[in-house]
């Protein structure tokens, strides 16, 4: 039997080495200013997001999440640990509260409102503790709770994907429904200030799922949602990509002083090798292709996170980060059309992935999105929630 994640939280609350590092390396002014807000009893979830959402916006490295951020195309489930440890059936309640506001956002995700999608779990009790195997056994459970697996093993890609859905075409004249592929990423308190500052997050543990080509269809201009996308808006977002990388935590080394940052780094352009960047650009010097990095991007959960060392002697480097995908049909043909361009969905696929919504967000009748929509879809979480809360 699997200890529950309330199990696992009260044990590295109780026992859990602290984190001898913040000491001489307190969290960033951005993470301590977000800790204000997310751990002060007195303001309410819709503050709390506010707030976080206002951190992703500035604090995260991704461009892309930043955009989503900004345009507030992210869907928050925020769970606080006092909310876990009160849930009836413990994991269980877990699990379908998760799996609650992942269809929800996938139902808003369908007309283009939602691209992104976070768990944050925030414990002011986790963010002192030490990265080891306790938080990695933690990481772990709650991704599996959120992937809805038995087992995601140590730096591995696992073979079931995520998937998020794009109506095309209007609400008048509805076209295909696409489907994207995205893999989740695990973010800690932790990280900050560490060799991987990059996956850092306020509060606790962060899940993110990004789909790209998702993002970047349903934002291209226009009355109607596209079923294709064009060179331009690939190269675009191929840029914004590599420029995330160019811009990793560590480039200044004088004032990081860490020897494996940044964790992931851009390459030169090789012999013979092209790039659809245009001349001139400061990225163009750069291979298009694939990049390094100290731990792999596509992995679930890198096991080299969960060290407590700022910068170990040596990590292992990573060589065949790919870029293909974004822009390159021929190279990476699979990923390319998952990832990027899209495959086509059934009705079937929409039903079984949205089938514990109410009535009013049925995926079969298009949706007009707004602020009362979105406060009427956070309302039913919320029933959802304290219905599995122990008064």
């Known amino acids: 039997m699997k200890p529950h994640l ?39 979830k819709w503050r709390k997001l506010a707030t976080y959402r206002r951190w992703l916006a500035a604090g995260q490295p991704c461009l892309f ?12 489930c925020l769970l606080e640990e006092h909310e876990i440890l009160r849930m009836k059936r413990g994991d269980e309640d877990l699990r379908d509260t998760i799996q609650d506001h992942r269809q929800a956002w996938k139902r808003l995700a369908l007309e283009g409102s939602y691209s992104s999608f976070m768990v944050l779990l925030t414990s002011r009790s986790l963010v002192g503790k030490e990265p080891g195997d306790t938080l990695k056994e933690i990481c772990r459970r709650l991704l599996e709770l959120y992937m809805d697996v038995d087992r995601i093993d140590d730096d591995t890609i696992v073979p079931q994907r995520e998937y998020v859905f794009l109506r095309t075409g209007s609400k008048e004249a509805p076209g295909k429904i696409l489907k994207f592929a995205t893999l989740p990423n695990v973010f800690c308190a932790q990280g900050d200030g560490r060799w991987w500052h990059d996956h850092r997050t306020p509060c606790g543990i962060m899940i993110t799922s990004n789909a790209l080509g998702h993002f970047v269809l349903s934002r291209i201009p226009g009355s109607e949602v596209k079923e294709e996308m064009k060179e ?18 560590g480039n200044d080394k004088k004032k990081r002083g860490l020897s494996h940052c940044p964790a992931t780094r851009l390459v030169p352009l090789e012999a013979g090798e092209t790039s659809p960047i245009r001349e001139g650009s400061e990225l163009s010097k750069y291979s298009p292709s694939h990049y390094h990095g100290f731990f792999h991007t596509d992995h679930l959960i890198p096991s080299v996170f969960f060290n407590k060392e700022r910068d170990p002697k040596e990590l292992r480097l990573y060589e065949d980060l790919s870029f293909k995908y974004i822009f390159d049909p021929a190279g990476d043909p699979q990923d390319h059309r998952e990832l990027m361009t899209g495959t086509e969905a059934s009705p079937y696929e929409l039903k079984q992935n949205m089938d514990r919504l109410p009535e009013f967000l049925d995926p079969e009748k298009p949706l007009t999105f707004s602020g009362k929509l979105d406060g009427r879809v956070r309302s039913w979480l919320a029933e959802r929630l304290a219905q599995r809360l122990e008064a």
């Open 65 to 76: 999440g930043k955009a989503a951020a900004k345009s507030k195309s992210v869907f928050v």
């Open 232 to 249: 331009k808006d690939k190269t675009h977002a191929l840029d914004n990509a590599m420029r995330t990388i160019f811009g990793a935590y």
């Open 6 to 44: 309330a199990e696992m939280l009260l044990d590295i609350k109780f026992h859990g080495n602290a984190d001898r590092f913040r000491k001489t390396h307190p969290f960033s002014e951005d993470i301590e200013s977000a800790h204000a807000i997310l751990f002060n009893p007195r303001y309410d």
